[in-house]
């Protein structure tokens, strides 16, 4: 298991709505950078300017009151979709999902909601994961 630690926010986030109607909902309107420690070993991930986000994506089914799409998971969402549509060779989806995870208890999401949400994704992420990043030849 990959062990996530040391998470520090560089940037702030700063979200636009999408007025175009391109299904994103937000465009990150300023680059977010964020740094921590995967194993011990330092990473900064830069999620770009002008990136399209649909925030936090909650599966069909799921009350609306267990989960909010804005609230203190926001960067947390924001960055684990951006791990999951452009760094899917460097970030395994385990892993993605642990940072994911580490972000939201660095940021003091409640334990409940943050189970909740770590727990969805991995439940559900694997559709997201395979829509964004269609097997290799070697995979196939």
Known sequence: MTLITDY??????YLRRDINGHGSLFIVDQPLVVTFK???IGCRLDVRHDWPTDLASIPRGVP??????????VEAAVVHDFLYRTH????PRPVSDAIFRAIMTHDKVDAFDREVMYRAVRIFGQSSWDAF????KEQT
């Open 8 to 13: 520090r926010q560089i940037t702030a986030l």
């Open 38 to 40: 995967m194993d011990g």
């Open 64 to 73: 609306r009151w267990i989960v909010e799409k804005v609230g203190p998971h």
């Open 88 to 91: 899917f060779n460097i970030y």
């Open 133 to 136: 990043n269609p097997p290799t």
